[in-house]
């Protein structure tokens, strides 16, 4: 089946600090991916859209500036957490749809807890 | 703007029991996706089953089958013979049929815990 790997599962980092994870597709490509941020005890929200190719697509809400989003390839898309703060510590998860399949399920990562200190 | 409520915030179940959780949705659209997804401690997010808008027939998994009620815009879940490894959170979930960009908006989640 379809694999989506996330990369760091959990990551500790001082406050101020920069922090990108990453989310390949390992046996599809994927045009179109979705980053999720999760708190605790609460559903996913959706931050961003990522289009391989081209800008992502922010949710309302979603700082473009601290958020970014970079999808270089059809097969990897990474968010960087810029100049993070212990408000930025969450679960955050990414999905990807593969390429020409729009209304197949998508398909998660494990996952990063990201926490800053 | 679409929107699912699961009003259901935690449930729990004997092994061995049935099991229903609730969610509804709202949206003006006719053909959609909704699922179900399960999240185990792990926090992995694991599809339970899906359900396409335009088909009358209800979607079975093995001991997960829900009932889909798209005049009354309901969607729930039932689980039977309850197993200790259905606890979880469940999020229901829901996506546009043609959209572009096809992203899920969940629900809030019910927590699940399954008793021996």
């Known amino acids: 089946g379809a694999v989506v790997s996330q990369h760091p599962s959990w990551v500790i980092c001082k406050s101020g600090t920069s922090v990108k994870i990453e989310c390949r597709s390992l046996d599809f490509q994927a045009t179109t991916m979705f980053w999720y941020r999760q708190f605790p005890k609460q559903s996913l929200m959706l931050m961003a859209t990522s289009n391989e190719g081209s800008k992502a697509t922010y949710e309302q809400g979603v700082e473009k500036d601290k958020f970014l989003i970079n999808h270089a390839s059809l097969t990897l898309s990474t968010l960087t957490v810029t100049s993070a703060h212990p408000e930025d510590s969450s679960f955050y998860i990414c999905s990807a749809r593969e390429t020409g399949s729009w209304n197949q399920p998508q398909h998660f990562g494990d996952g990063t807890r990201l926490s800053i200190l | 703007a679409q929107t699912v409520t699961q009003s259901q915030p935690e449930m729990s179940v004997q092994e061995a029991e049935t099991v229903t959780l609730s969610c509804t949705y709202d949206t003006s659209e006719s053909n959609y996706y909704l699922f179900w997804y399960k999240q185990p401690p792990s926090r992995q997010m694991i599809l339970v089953i899906r359900?396409?808008?335009?088909?009358?027939q209800n979607a079975t998994e093995n001991r997960f089958s829900v009932n889909f009620q798209k005049a009354a815009k309901s969607f729930s879940l039932k689980i039977s013979d309850s197993q200790l490894g259905d606890t979880a959170m469940y999020f229901c979930a829901f996506m546009n049929f043609g959209g572009s960009q096809g992203n899920l908006i969940f629900g809030k989640g019910t927590k699940l815990s399954v008793k021996p």
């Open positions: 359900q396409e808008a335009y088909k009358q």
